[in-house]
T-cell receptor, first 111, second 110 residues
Framework: EADIYQTPRYLVIGTGKKITLECSQT?????MYWYQQDPGMELHLIHY???????EKGDLSSESTVSRIRTEHFPLTLESARPSHTSQYLC??????????FGPGTRLTVL | GEDVEQSLFLSVREGDSSVINCTYT??????LYWYKQEPGAGLQLLTY?????DMKQDQRLTVLLNKKDKHLSLRIADTQTGDSAIYFC??????????FGKGTRLHILP
């Protein structure tokens, strides 16, 4: 069973608020990822990291930022949430064989 | 960029076989994957296949790879109600990223 956790699982928040979505893994994986998943199911890579102090933007432009100060922790921050940010956010980490282990996701609703 | 295509929906009667198809564009892909996503959950790796293999079988799951046509399929034998989920095909791009398809929603008919 994958040991990757996301909090909160559900978040409803007003426009303009700053939010941080937490992601932690206890598997010692160097690579971590954030995906945004459409209501229609498609996954979009928005950020990834090769290891501590490494962060890269993904294929989908996002107003969010990430940090990687510790191997096990990869939080995603939105400075000012907007309704267009309403989505499901999935965090993942991968081992050296690139098997990706996914967290349960955070469903964000911005009013 | 590279692309992974799969049909969006599939309906299958309980007990029949399900076949989910996928095409990809990166001929240099070394690994190809099938992930399963149940409602309200993240994705879970079901199986993967190396690009130098044609077939891989794991209990009720059979993966077929046609490298010439860049076609990957997942066959689920004796489909059960618990198999109802979204199935994502994915390919490894270089050393960095996994490219996912849009997912196929498998619906099981009684």
């Amino acid at each position: 069973e994958a040991d990757i956790y996301q909090t909160p699982r559900y978040l409803v928040i007003g426009t303009g608020k700053k939010i941080t979505l937490e992601c932690s893994q206890t598997m010692g994986h160097d690579k971590m990822y954030w995906y945004q998943q459409d209501p229609g199911m498609e996954l979009h890579l928005i950020h990834y990291s090769y290891g501590v102090n490494s962060t890269e933007k993904g294929d989908l432009s996002s107003e969010s930022t990430v940090s990687r100060i510790r191997t096990e922790h990869f939080p995603l921050t939105l400075e000012s949430a907007r309704p267009s940010h309403t989505s499901q956010y999935l965090c993942a980490s991968s081992d050296r064989f690139d098997e990706q282990f996914f967290g349960p996701g955070t469903r964000l609703t911005v009013l | 960029g590279e692309d992974v295509e799969q049909s969006l929906f599939l309906s299958v009667r309980e007990g029949d076989s399900s076949v989910i198809n996928c095409t990809y564009t990166d001929s240099s892909s070394t690994y190809l994957y099938w992930y399963k996503q149940e409602p309200g959950a993240g994705l879970q790796l079901l199986t993967y296949i190396f690009s130098n293999m044609d077939m891989k079988q794991d209990q009720r799951l059979t993966v077929l790879l046609n490298k010439k046509d860049k076609h990957l399929s997942l066959r689920i034998a004796d489909t059960q109600t618990g198999d109802s989920a979204i199935y994502f095909c994915a390919e490894r791009e270089g050393d960095d990223k996994i490219i996912f398809g849009k997912g196929t929603r498998l619906h099981i008919l009684p």
